[in-house]
């Protein structure tokens, strides 16, 4: 009985560490992607001012293709969020 509760338990704490990796996007991860894969082309400032929510969904229409962009990109859902969080603060 005793070890059905430990499992329970740590099953319930993994839960909760894996939903708020999912839900907290990681900006440090988001300039590092950004500075390999679109710093050729933009300057995260120019960015600024745009909510993560809405760069979010941009970027996930251009993953799917269905934004006009200059280069095809294949993010993660992860990915976008990372980025999205670090180029809504424009630096
Ligand atoms: C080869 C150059 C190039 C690269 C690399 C590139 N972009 Fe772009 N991007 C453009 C151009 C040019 C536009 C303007 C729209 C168009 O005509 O394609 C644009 C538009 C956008 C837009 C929509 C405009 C806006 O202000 O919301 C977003 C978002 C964006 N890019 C994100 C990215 C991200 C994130 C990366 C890296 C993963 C990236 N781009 C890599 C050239 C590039």
Partial sequence: MKILRILAVSVAAFAIAGFSTAASADAAAGKAKFTAACAEC???ADFEGESAAALTDSLKKIVAG??????????????????????????
């Fill in 42 to 44: 933009h300057e995260v």
């Fill in 66 to 91: 269905t934004q006009k962009h200059k280069q095809a990109l294949k993010l993660t859902d992860a990915e976008v969020a990372d980025l999205a969080a670090y180029m809504a603060a424009g630096k």
